[in-house]
């Protein structure tokens, strides 16, 4: 986070940024289509019936750290160092809208029969998905594919991480390396 404040990046057209995350120490400024307004990320809301409400919905527990997420904040936006765009998290719309994607959008009821539950997109705008096919040995974890054809059946999907936990690690080491001082 500290990465987009510093560059202006936590920015979202001002109609969209629920009051409890405008940061009105940033003023709104004018931008393309109309006003930006800062945000910050809050304390999530998220609970854990609700958290149990989308898992069985969707006939599966989410990894560990994917709920700790869920739980931890709310954001438009994550740091993206790695290529990999979360579904927004925001204070009122945030189960909405993985709903939608679990549900409405594209073709997700096929990606849901095969095990696939999208979380987040990559710069192509391509599904990334939980890979329920593929737990880790513990079955907390699972991998993470990239869904090469929604509309195709089977989807076709590239295996990019065995494990969401391998996914954040990988996220992480992008943002240090992105932050290193040049030599």
């Given at each position: 986070m500290a990465?987009?404040?510093?560059?202006?990046?936590?920015?979202?057209?001002?109609?969209?940024?629920?009051a409890a995350m405008l940061d009105s120490a940033r003023p709104i400024t004018a931008g393309w289509g109309g006003d930006?307004?800062?945000?910050?990320?809050?304390?999530?809301?998220a609970t854990e019936a609700d958290i149990h409400e989308l898992e069985a919905a969707i006939?599966?527990?989410?990894?560990?750290l994917y709920v700790e997420l869920l739980r931890y904040r709310h954001f438009y936006e994550l740091d993206d160092a790695a290529g990999i765009s979360f579904i927004m998290h925001d204070v009122k719309e945030w189960k909405a809208s993985l709903w939608d994607h679990y549900f409405f959008l594209q073709e997700p009821s096929t990606l849901r029969q095969q095990n696939y539950i999208p979380f987040a997109y990559d710069p192509q705008l391509k599904s990334l998905c939980f890979d329920f096919n593929r737990r880790t040995s513990d079955g907390q974890d699972?991998?993470?594919?990239c869904i090469l054809n929604s509309y195709q059946n089977p989807?076709?999907?590239q295996l990019l991480y065995i494990s969401f936990f391998d996914l954040l690690l990988d996220?992480?080491?992008?943002?240090?390396?992105?932050?290193?001082?040049?030599?």
């Open positions: 990465y987009l404040a510093a560059h202006e990046l936590m920015r979202q057209p001002a109609v969209f940024v629920d930006w307004a800062a945000w910050k990320p809050i304390a999530s809301t006939g599966h527990s989410f990894p560990p699972c991998a993470v594919v989807a076709p999907t996220m992480r080491a992008a943002q240090v390396q992105r932050d290193a001082p040049d030599d």
